[in-house]
Nanobody, 121 residues
């Protein structure tokens, strides 16, 4: 089966930076959109940033100008560079990929296990 593994989370002070990475593994025909979502207790999971296989990006208003998403199709990875972090960025961050395992299969979502990002002084 397809799996996504995230890394790079941790504790950082306000104004600091972190870089999250996610690697897809398993038998995959194509990955369309990859993205990062985040969730805090009592709140719904929200989109942070996404990127198509062609490089088109979407950012949440709250992170635009501070976060940068990128991907490497050959390595099947997606990264999120997070700069000028704020306490409100604290959340569990989840990697997401929209994938096909075979050519005529419908695209479906695969989720990573999540990585904790804590921004606190």
């Amino acid at each position: 089966q397809v799996q996504l593994v995230e890394s790079g989370g941790g504790l950082v002070q306000p104004g600091g930076s972190l870089r999250l990475s996610c690697t897809a593994s398993g038998s995959i025909y194509v990955i369309n959109v990859m993205g990062w979502y985040r969730q805090t207790p009592g709140k719904q999971r929200e989109l942070v940033a996404s990127i198509t296989r062609y490089g088109d990006t979407v950012y949440a208003d709250s992170v635009a100008g501070r976060f940068t998403i990128s991907r490497d199709n050959a390595e099947r990875t997606v990264s999120l560079q997070m700069n000028n972090l704020k306490p409100e960025d604290t959340a569990v961050y989840y990697c997401n990929a929209d994938v096909k395992r075979v050519p005529y299969q419908a695209l479906y979502d695969v989720w990573g296990q999540g990585t904790q990002v804590t921004v606190s002084s």
